[in-house]
């Protein structure tokens, strides 16, 4: 009886200790431009002071996934302890004629479709390390394309926990409804990554989130 309760007890300390220090894989995933970077930043400035990548307006700055390895997140109290992995914008179609109206150089401009066509396979194959994905949508678009419904196909036939991000609230024509009634079966949080609104709405269901993993 002794040795069973001793043997109870440690397996709950043991396993406790263990989830205490489970590094969380949390990836952000969208479309080019809807502000992955911009809150993965935020996010990794507001615990570790530094920044994950660079942000620009012209789309797909990010070609690479770049990550920040350790970042405690701390809320309400409680901490946990996240990979972020910051991806490349998943698109359908990349014209470098598209990145002509940005200024960028003909020469550039291919370079740059190039590699952005590399970083849309990156996401892909890193889809399956994630544990917890959020993907960010700039919520002043039609939220109905074929990008946002094969991601989340993707994360949902691997079984991934998702949080969809409403980003972009700030601006005047952003629409949290269109969203929230295209993927009616996701949690929606509506955000601005720029400005830094309702984050603790997003803190509260990403613990919620990785609590299920
Ligand atoms: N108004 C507004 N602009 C944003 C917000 N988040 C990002 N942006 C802008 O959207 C553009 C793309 O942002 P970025 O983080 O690079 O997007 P990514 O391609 O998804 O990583 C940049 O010009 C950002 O300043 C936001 O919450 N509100
Ligand atoms: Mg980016």
């Not at 405690?72 to 109290?77: A, P, T, V």
């Amino acid at each position: 009886m002794v040795i069973k309760i001793l043997k109870n007890f440690f397996k709950r300390t043991f396993s406790n200790i263990f989830r205490h220090k489970k590094k969380i894989k949390l990836g952000f995933y969208g479309p080019p431009n809807a502000g992955k970077t911009s809150l993965a930043n935020r996010i990794c400035k507001d615990f570790t002071g530094e920044e994950i990548g660079t942000v620009s307006k012209i789309p797909h700055e990010t070609r690479n996934v770049q990550f920040k390895e350790k970042v405690d997140i701390e809320y309400k109290g409680k901490t946990m302890t996240f990979k972020m992995i910051d991806t490349p914008g998943i698109s359908t179609r990349i014209d470098y004629e598209n990145f002509l109206k940005y200024k960028l150089k003909k020469k550039e401009a291919k370079t740059r479709a190039k590699e952005a066509t590399q970083g849309v396979i990156e996401s892909i194959k890193w889809l399956d390390d994630m544990d917890v994905v959020v993907i960010v949508l700039d919520s002043t678009e039609n939220p109905y394309n074929q990008v946002n419904i094969t991601i989340i196909g993707n994360l949902v036939a691997r079984k991934i926990p998702v949080l969809i991000v409403a980003n972009k609230l700030d601006l005047k024509k952003a629409n949290i409804k269109k969203i929230e009634s295209a993927f009616p079966e996701y949690d929606v949080v509506g955000i601005s990554a720029k400005y830094g609104d309702n984050l603790e709405e997003f803190y509260e269901s990403i613990f919620k989130l990785s609590k299920k993993i």
